[in-house]
């Protein structure tokens, strides 16, 4: 009848299920047969909490209504990647809750840009904090390095502006969709970003974002980067997540250090025991990936 891609994004739109759940079913069951007597659903007790009966009725009645949904996010340049496609990132793809669909605006090349690094901190920088952003976001963009964050005030605003001014690439992961931008002094500049750069979300455009949405992100973030870089945070922070996820997936983690004056270097700090690699300069950053293969010139 319909496509897995298409049946994908239609019951992520719709609603009617989980995005865990959904990822659940397409892992079980790759082509998304609606059958309640398939056999391998025993092996796992949450997804025989699907309600078979309503996902077909669903199907049946609204996918043209769902086509004519499709076309109008289309003219907003609002695109949908599902999980069944060649374009949505394998890195991405292989973390433990993998979003069913990624919805994008702007540049989607963007989306596999080999060299990526996640930019994080506190909302409240210092004047340091905010001439470290400046320095170390100009350094990376200078070697063609694409930097990822998540629009936030603070460290992760000045991240995307600092990246925009040097005439780079940069990725903002947002919390909720598209139609409900958050924060408000940042609208502008994300509707920049959606047209000249790229977006991404895990929730389709009409929701809200919610509490539990932020840290949510926070992973994608890591999981779409070669390594983050934390400037300025506390020890209990939505920055420290986004670290330790990143650490769980594999990725490098970098901490810029402060000042033992200054609470929001104590995040940092705390990172650097653990084992994040001490950042004094930009080249502390680029010489671990040159050791890697990844090739960088020789900052001036």
Sequence with gaps: MYNVSERMIFHRLKGLISPSLLTKWWKVDPELYINEETHHFKQDRSLQKIDFTRLKQAEENEFPIFEH????????????????????????????????????????????????????????????????????????????????????????????????????????????????????????????????????????????????????????????????????????????ITAYQALEQGKEVFAVAGSIFDSNSTGPARLIQQGAKLVHSTKDILEEFFFQGVQYTEPS
Excluded at 69 to 82: D, E
Excluded at 90 to 119: A, Q, R, W
Excluded at 157 to 177: M, N, Q, Y
């Design 69 to 240: 949904m499709i076309q109008a996010y289309l003219k907003q340049n609002i695109h949908m990647i599902p999980i069944t496609s060649s374009l949505y990132p394998s890195t991405l793809k292989h973390i433990y809750d993998p979003p069913p669909v990624l919805f994008l605006k702007g540049n989607i090349t963007y989306l596999n840009e080999e060299k990526s690094l996640g930019v994080v901190g506190t909302r409240v920088p210092s004047s340091y904090g905010e001439a470290c952003v400046k320095k170390i976001v100009g350094e990376l963009v200078e070697e063609n390095w694409t930097i990822v964050s998540g629009l936030a005030k603070g460290i992760d605003g000045l991240a995307h502006k600092e990246c925009i001014r040097k005439k780079g690439k940069t990725i903002g992961v947002v919390a909720g969709g598209f139609q409900h931008l958050y924060p408000k002094e940042h609208v502008q500049m994300a509707q920049y970003m959606g047209e000249h750069h790229l977006l991404l979300s895990e929730h389709p455009p009409y929701i809200k974002p919610e509490k539990w949405h932020f840290p949510m992100r926070n992973r994608l973030i890591s999981a779409l980067t070669k390594g983050t870089i934390v400037i300025q945070c506390k020890e209990k922070s939505g920055s420290l």
